[in-house]
């Protein structure tokens, strides 16, 4: 009898462990699903491999997609002529210096434009982090991005995750909160 009970003990503790941590795991889940609604982000259902690409930065340096394999990619498609992109550009730096040293890039590729302009613009709004220069349109037109601004998200795999079609507030609570989560299920983080 006492081994019967032993047994239903150790059974129990154990389902409650297991209930636990899948409880753990989907309010993880959930928590990014909310942030990305809450955000109006288009969610991508099935495995989608984000399109590979090489563009040069303002500097002149090669920028290969596929090198920040491991982190979580902020993909922007944008153009210094286009007032919605600059109005969420600031919010952009706010959200790249928080999590600029985690698993995390941001990328903003401009569309069509002179690496002279991109350049001016960038200091103007003191803009840290990459800025890529999409100079004939292909990236742009792999990544279907006709109308701008655009963002992609790709995870750690250089998988799409979602797709925010117009300005948003980067810098905001919930956008906060979705990378946290992004980053938490990170398996480097």
């Not at 002149?60 to 596929?66: P, S, W």
Request: charged share 25%; aromatic share 14%; with cysteine.
């Amino acid at each position: 009898m006492k081994n019967h009970k032993r047994f239903f003990f150790i059974f129990s503790l154990t389902q409650i462990f297991v209930l636990f941590n899948s409880f753990i795991l989907l309010s993880r889940v959930d928590a990014s699903i909310h942030y990305m609604d809450t955000l109006g982000i288009i969610r991508f259902n099935k495995k989608i491999m984000a399109p590979n690409f090489a563009l040069k930065d303002i500097t002149g340096k090669e920028v290969k997609l596929h090198d920040y394999r491991g982190k979580i990619v902020f993909l922007n498609f944008w153009a210094t002529w286009c007032p919605p992109c600059r109005a969420e550009m600031p919010s952009m730096e706010r959200l790249y210096t928080q999590f600029k040293d985690k698993n995390f890039i941001m990328l903003a590729v401009d569309s069509l434009e002179k690496t002279r302009k991109v350049k001016s613009f960038g200091k103007k709004l003191g803009l840290s982090y990459p800025l890529l220069l999409d100079s004939d349109g292909t990236v742009g037109s792999k990544y279907r991005a006709f109308a701008i601004p655009v963002t992609y998200l790709i995870d750690q795999q250089g998988d799409l995750i979602g797709k925010a079609v117009g300005p948003r507030d980067w810098a905001s609570k919930e956008s906060f909160g979705l990378f946290n989560q992004l980053l938490k299920s990170s398996p480097d983080s």
